[in-house]
């Protein structure tokens, strides 16, 4: 599974970003795709992931502000990023799994600053 992602860039406190992840290859079994991001000095965390289901893990610190959704027609993941904070920061990995495997995108930067 090869995952592209696009979308990132760089944004003022308080404005938004849409992330998106496409996915390509042996796709059929993904059951989950997500987002999860790495600052500088950091260890990567996880943002948001949805499964083809629709169930959703959002992390504490963006929820109310981000919303991840799936297209299971597109095998595509996106991440809808509002009131975005300095501390948003990051790269932003696009994550697809299928029972013991799993499969990382290239990474995107997002970059929160005046």
């Known amino acids: 599974v090869q995952l592209v992602e696009s979308g990132g860039g760089l944004v003022q406190p308080g404005g938004s970003l849409r992330l998106s992840c496409a996915a390509s290859?042996?796709?059929?079994?993904?059951?989950?795709m997500g987002w999860y991001r790495q600052a500088p000095g950091k260890q990567r965390e996880l943002v948001a992931i949805s499964t083809r289901a629709y169930r959703t893990n959002i992390a504490d610190s963006v929820k109310g502000r981000f919303a991840v959704s799936i297209d299971n027609a597109k095998n595509t993941v996106y991440l809808q990023m509002n009131s975005l904070k300095p501390e948003d920061t990051a790269v932003y990995y696009c994550?697809?799994?299928?029972?013991?495997?799993?499969?990382w995108g290239q990474g995107t930067q997002v970059t929160v600053s005046l």
């Open positions: 994550y697809a799994a299928w029972g013991r495997s799993n499969s």
């Open positions: 290859g042996s796709t059929g079994n993904i059951n989950t």
